[in-house]
């Protein structure tokens, strides 16, 4: 079982990018998954999940509007779409599931117990 987390760099304020995490030994339907990230001297914090049931998404409000988090499930990846990127959003993103849930309704979810947990990638967003 793994999560491959990939699409980081450097971009300008007011950019874009895009994460892919890539999951293998599982089917990544069948689980709500997630996306947190850490910046230096700050602690994690929840960004956007999806849940595997009604589609539903959730979005924390320092991203909302902003980042999108879909899922290609022919491809066993979910996205996370990032636009008008900020200095503030500069951090080491994680792409995360716990086998336990399906549904992701709010940022509950986030203090969940993941189960597994892809290699972070850095995003920078600066001038």
């Known amino acids: 079982v793994q999560l491959q987390a990939s699409g980081g760099g450097l971009v300008q304020p007011g950019g874009s990018l895009r994460l892919s995490c890539a999951a293998s030994?599982?089917?990544?339907?069948?689980?709500?998954i997630g996306w947190f990230r850490q910046a230096p001297g700050k602690e994690r914090e929840g960004v956007s999940c999806?849940?595997?049931?009604?589609?539903?998404?959730y979005y924390a409000d320092s991203v909302k509007g902003r980042f999108t988090i879909s899922r290609d499930n022919a491809k066993n990846t979910v996205y996370l779409q990032m636009n008008s990127l900020k200095p503030e959003d500069t951090a080491v993103y994680y792409c995360?599931?716990?086998?336990?849930?399906?549904?992701?309704?709010?940022?509950?979810?986030?203090?969940?117990?993941?189960?597994?947990w892809g290699k972070g990638t850095q995003v920078t967003v600066s001038s």
């Open positions: 995360a599931t716990d086998f336990h849930s399906q549904g992701c309704y709010g940022s509950r979810w986030f203090d969940r117990e993941m189960d597994y």
């Open positions: 030994g599982f089917t990544l339907d069948y689980y709500a």
């Open positions: 999806s849940s595997s049931t009604d589609g539903s998404t």
